[in-house]
């Protein structure tokens, strides 16, 4: 048992009694936490095999890696759970959705599922821009409004090109200024299987990788249904998943825009 941490002249105190309690704690203080995923190397040389093949395929899709290229969209991939289920279990796992649902409410949807692979410097890859994940914003919210679950399928530490973020910086509208942010950034360093857990409104960005190795993730984004997502999973799924009443809610079939008057109030029905 822990011995409790002396204090003088404090009479308020937050409470957390499970592991859940201090994550969702250090997201709302300093905007981000760590999160074991319990992955196995085998499991984690998996998702990257099966990465480079969903790759190889989205390039083919696009007329080639030279198309890619040229619109900024090399070593990025999108919409994973509709190429392989496989990536479905991620958005699910356990730990992550009840943090979702004690900062965002019992009604989130899945906004969108992306890896991004970090080649070596030598290839020509810098430093990614700052931006937030909800970008063009310049406002802060009471709640969060989306909540980032970035998993390393690699070890993540300044030498592989982690994600540097800003702590805290989910409070503040403006950018800091280039003085404060070459002081406060930090390099996030976590293990690989570890879920880098964040305010999608913290400003953050890849690092330049060093290491001889590429450097994968999987960026799961859960937003409010308020907010629109990236690509149309609803569309894209074409009905898979839609009969299981808790996915269809996750995955956006449920908060879809009605494409009329009467669909409209079709849906309105269907509630009484």
Not at 28 to 46: H, L, N, P, R
Not at 72 to 100: M, Q
Not at 130 to 141: A, E
């Amino acid at each position: 048992m822990n011995t409790p941490i002396e204090r003088y002249g404090i009479r308020e105190q937050r409470k957390a009694e499970a592991p859940v309690d201090v994550h969702v704690e250090e997201i709302g203080i300093q905007g981000f936490t760590y999160v074991d995923g319990g992955f196995s190397a085998t499991e984690i040389q998996d998702l990257k095999s099966r990465l480079d093949r969903m790759m190889s395929i989205q390039a083919a899709e696009a007329g080639g890696e030279e198309v890619l290229k040229q619109i900024s969209e090399s070593n990025t991939v999108r919409a994973l759970l509709a190429y392989d289920d496989i990536f479905l279990d991620i958005v699910r796992t356990p730990t992550i959705l009840e943090i979702c649902k004690r900062l965002l409410g019992d009604y989130f949807i899945l906004m969108l599922q992306n890896a991004t692979i970090n080649p070596p410097s030598r290839e020509g890859h810098h430093q990614s821009a700052y931006h937030r994940d909800l970008p063009y914003q310049h406002f802060v919210s009471s709640r969060p409004l989306a909540i980032n679950a970035l998993l390393c399928l690699d070890p993540f530490s300044a030498e592989t090109g982690s994600t540097f973020i800003l702590p805290g910086s989910h409070k503040i509208e403006a950018f800091p200024s280039d003085g404060y942010v070459r002081k406060m950034e930090i390099p996030t360093v976590a293990p690989a299987g570890t879920f880098i857990v964040f305010d999608s409104m913290m400003y953050h960005c890849a690092g330049i990788n060093t290491s001889p190795n590429a450097r994968y993730a999987v960026n799961t984004c859960y937003t409010l249904p308020i907010l629109k997502q990236q690509i149309s999973l609803p569309a894209l799924l074409n009905g898979k998943w839609s009969e299981d009443e808790e996915l269809a809610k996750l995955l956006g079939y449920r908060s879809e825009p009605p494409r009329s008057v009467r669909a409209w109030r079709q849906s309105r029905n269907s509630k009484y």
